[in-house]
């Protein structure tokens, strides 16, 4: 079964800095996820992506954050300047049509760790 | 506001004891529910979805709108059903899901 993939597994940096986080969704999607999951928290949504633009996102989506699909596969996640409260597992997921009418596929996660 | 509650963190149970996972979900439109499972060491995966009212793994979960609950059950527990259970609202009118704060289930042997 095809997979959703996520680069790099493991992320440190230090507070205040950019970090990029890399995803290549399932290839025949049109929808793209970014979840996170703070240690001992729930998942939570950031921000879906269709069409080349932003459908919704949350009140953790702020300015510090963008999404991008640079080319035909990656889909990334910056954070421009990260805080400590950034760290967390961060998931992308992609769907062939909207949530409501097709499973989530997951990646594997990226964990951020902020010092 | 939109909410998906999982009263349990944690359920232990016997292998072939049967096994309820509760969800109780706040939306005023017309909710798409799930279960979504990790087991260990491996990624988020979809387990059912209450509009295919299908059983997977031998689990199966009716969406109640007068109770609001989508309750996960599973008449004989095994160890391998052992993983992270989280329940999903998906919007009808928005292209996003949110998730209940997961209950982790564990047979016993």
């Known amino acids: 079964e095809p997979e959703v993939t996520q680069t790099p597994s493991h992320q440190v940096t230090q507070m205040g800095q950019e970090v990029i986080l890399r995803c290549v969704p399932i290839s025949n999607h049109l929808y793209f996820y970014w979840y996170r999951q703070i240690l001992g928290q729930k998942v939570e949504f950031l921000v879906s992506f269709y069409n080349n633009e932003i459908s919704e996102k949350s009140e953790i989506f702020d300015d510090q954050f963008s999404v991008e699909r640079p080319d035909g596969s990656n889909f990334t996640l910056k954070i421009r300047s990260t805080k400590l409260e950034d760290s967390a597992m961060y998931f992308c997921?992609?769907?062939?049509?909207?949530?409501?009418?097709?499973?989530?596929?997951f990646g594997s996660g990226t964990q951020l760790s902020v010092l | 506001a939109q909410r998906v509650t999982q009263p349990e963190k944690l359920l232990s149970v016997f292998k072939g004891a049967p096994v309820e996972l509760k969800c109780n979900y706040s939306?005023?439109?017309?909710?798409?529910l799930f279960w979504y499972v990790q087991y260990s060491r491996q990624r988020l995966q979809l387990l059912l979805r209450h509009i295919s009212r299908e059983s997977i793994k031998g689990f199966t979960a009716d969406l109640n709108k007068g109770e609001t609950s989508f309750h996960l059950k599973k008449p004989f527990a095994q160890e391998e059903d052992s993983a992270m259970y989280y329940c999903a609202l998906g919007y009808s009118s928005a292209s996003k899901i949110i998730f209940g704060s997961g209950t982790r289930l564990s047979i016993r042997p």
């Open positions: 997921a992609s769907s062939v049509m909207g949530v409501t009418n097709e499973k989530l596929f």
């Open positions: 939306y005023s439109g017309s909710p798409e």
